[in-house]
DNA sequence: TGAGTTATTATGTCTAGACATAATAGGTGT
DNA sequence: ACACCTATTATGTCTAGACATAATAACTCA
């Protein structure tokens, strides 16, 4: 049994994404929708009101509810825990660490500055396979002050990814997301050959307002894409496809 | 003034986002925030239904609320239409046409086939120029079974994502980003040298399960970054920075 | 002991009201 | 024309209940 709100949600959906009401057309008032589907105004309210979460309407006092325009392409990306995301896809997963070491911030390097301007961090280089082969060099810098923790950990069997996500509590982060040619040694890791398009993601991650960690993953060529599947801004009621959107995919 | 719910679920996120309320730690009862604000079920119910929705907190019936392990990083990218991005940063937006026919889909093309398998499109490369420097190749299909008055309109002035955005309603997408080098065509439109690595944002746009329009951007070297900032899965109520998130961003 | 039944609990959905608020339309008077 | 006031309207928020449902805990009986 679908409830009544959702089955409401999802028939205007449908009728918007059909184009039967373009964007800027008025879509019924909520007393209308209550005489129609002979529900309390609060049930038709929600129904609408999840709409206007989507993002799909806009709604206006005293005017009504409004077909929003879809001006931007908003994708919602997941960007997974490379370990998590590999055993997912049925993968044998293997982590190296390369190098390892304890110093200051350096706050002349605009990407460690962004995480903060003092105190120490460990810094580190792994790399992640899929099946034997080398799926990307890391390179992770983790905020002491912070994360005080992680001056004992052993990352020579757990990836860095991982501990953190046991070991931190919700937080915000950026991503940036960019292509960059392999130098020397990120082709060696990779083994690819120097000069290989990769794809670069870089991810700040702050916990109330303090950078706990920054982390490079670089991909070799088009062997990875990030992948996002979406509805408008993921509304996912009216009977869709619903296959969970996999953040990464090998070719 | 702020709704109580708002306050509530304000009040709730700042205790898990803290870490106060560690992954795994149950949250009160409704009944138990009832009491505490002196408000009815109604409202704690939506206050924590909000938490729910951004994947702070799952709910599990006779057990209670729970705060959720932050598993995947789930990053909210807006990708924008080029024309508008480059205005929205202050920049000379210039747009050229490179190539314009009329032809019958290619289902052998693995792109191609995702988009449609049989009819016609139109397949446009054109370039885009942000203050007078080349920003982006594109290269579009757009399927004329669907978008039949594409066949018509005039790719010379208008930049094709602009003309769909104003001629189609809500839509689905699937975005594919991966790196890719410059192949000699592709370097000298973007006046970059043969090889240089370049980010490729591949975007499939369906209408009711039909597919409208396919589109590969191809954007030089680390001239160009996606930029994703967010709390966990938005939850933007608790006095949190909110500066609007920008989809790009040139270096 | 173990399997099946029953009670309990918190969330999920819904109703029928109420008052608040933002925005507009219409009228009034200068 | 213009500024000002006054309904009117649809959404925004909230209440005090009600019944449904899924999951578990407690109990009963073979």
Known sequence: MTALHAR????????????????????????????????ARATASKAVQA??????????????????????????LEIPELKTEVR?????????????????????????????????????????????????????????????????????????GAWLLAHVAWSEAEHRIAAAAADADVAAALEVPTGTACLVLKRWTWREGKGVTFVRQRFAGEAFELVARFAPRSFDQGGHEGRPTPGMRSK
């Open 8 to 39: 409401i949600s999802g028939e205007l959906a449908d009728r918007i994404r059909s184009g039967e009401w373009p964007p800027g057309q008025r879509i019924p008032f909520e007393h209308e929708l209550t005489a129609q589907y002979g529900c």
């Open 88 to 160: 997912r896809r049925g993968q044998v997963y293997d982590y190296q660490q390369l190098a390892r070491r304890v110093r200051p911030v350096n706050p002349l390097d605009p990407d460690e500055a962004s995480l903060a301007r003092s105190g120490d961090v460990v810094e580190l280089r792994c790399r992640h396979f899929a099946n034997e082969r080398p799926l990307a060099v890391e390179d992770r810098l983790i905020h002491l002050g912070v994360a005080p923790a992680a001056a004992t950990a052993d990352f020579t069997t757990v990836p860095p």
């Open 51 to 76: 709409l206007a979460d989507a993002g799909l309407v806009e709604r206006r006092r005293r005017a009504g509810t409004f077909v929003a325009s879809p001006r931007i392409q908003t994708a919602v």
